[in-house]
T-cell receptor, first 111, second 114 residues
Framework: GESVGLHLPTLSVQEGDNSIINCAYSNSASDYFIWYKQESGKGPQFIIDIRSNMDKRQGQRVTVLLNKTVKHLSLQIAATQPGDSAVYFCAEIAGNTPLVFGKGTRLSVIA | NAGVTQTPKFQVLKTGQSMTLQCAQDMNHNSMYWYRQDPGMGLRLIYYSASEGTTDKGEVPNGYNVSRLNKREFSLRLESAAPSQTSVYFC?????????????FGQGTRLTVV
């Protein structure tokens, strides 16, 4: 079957370690950012979001950091589990426009 | 709660054939979107409908048309399919467009054009 993860950057981590997935965005006018998780054969699912007036936001086991100066976003996953294996996308919104997605990173958790 | 439902899940077309991908949401969302996903390319926006009665082109609209049939339904039509349109197509919806509005995605339609 088709793999949407072909040719993506891959991050391999040991189970229990922390994961950091990075994303560079290009539009300095973007004011809202979302991280999505996509498991094989499924649509993207919302993980966490952050507005441009914030530098950090925490959820359950996940933290998003935003550095507007260098237009960089990161997703930190604490105590990574096998169920975290997926492709992760950052997406951005500038004003009243649709989501624009980055290319994605595949996270592979080694048990 | 069904969320966003896409039909069909899989489809094989011959070059030149036409077909319509269906999408329906039951969350009373105003905005709906069609994306395509190719290996290593992320999701690219084809068309979107900010609200019922309006549609706009996205990043890659060529070869496609859309219809916002009502608030619930947003269809994507390929009039003359080409091998370059082989992709996974995702429909999404959001309460409105813009700030603080995450999009909810369907499960995708895997289309192969031979």
């Amino acid at each position: 079957g088709e793999s949407v993860g072909l040719h993506l950057p891959t991050l391999s981590v040991q189970e229990g370690d922390n994961s950091i997935i990075n994303c560079a965005y290009s539009n300095s006018a973007s004011d809202y950012f979302i991280w999505y998780k996509q498991e094989s054969g499924k649509g993207p699912q919302f993980i966490i979001d952050i507005r441009s007036n914030m530098d950090k936001r925490q959820g359950q086991r996940v933290t998003v950091l935003l550095n507007k100066t260098v237009k960089h976003l990161s997703l930190q996953i604490a105590a990574t589990q096998p169920g975290d294996s997926a492709v992760y996308f950052c997406a951005e919104i500038a004003g009243n426009t649709p989501l624009v997605f980055g290319k994605g990173t595949r996270l592979s958790v080694i048990a | 709660n069904a969320g966003v439902t896409q039909t069909p899940k899989f489809q094989v077309l011959k070059t030149g054939q036409s077909m319509t991908l269906q999408c329906a949401q039951d969350m009373n969302h105003n905005s709906m979107y069609w994306y395509r996903q190719d290996p290593g390319m992320g999701l690219r926006l084809i068309y979107y409908s900010a609200s019922e009665g309006t549609t706009d082109k996205g990043e890659v609209p060529n070869g496609y048309n859309v219809s916002r049939l009502n608030k619930r339904e947003f269809s994507l039509r390929l009039e003359s399919a080409a091998p370059s349109q082989t992709s996974v197509y995702f429909c999404a919806s959001s309460p409105r467009q813009g700030l603080n509005t995450e999009a909810f995605f369907g499960q995708g339609t895997r289309l192969t054009v031979v």
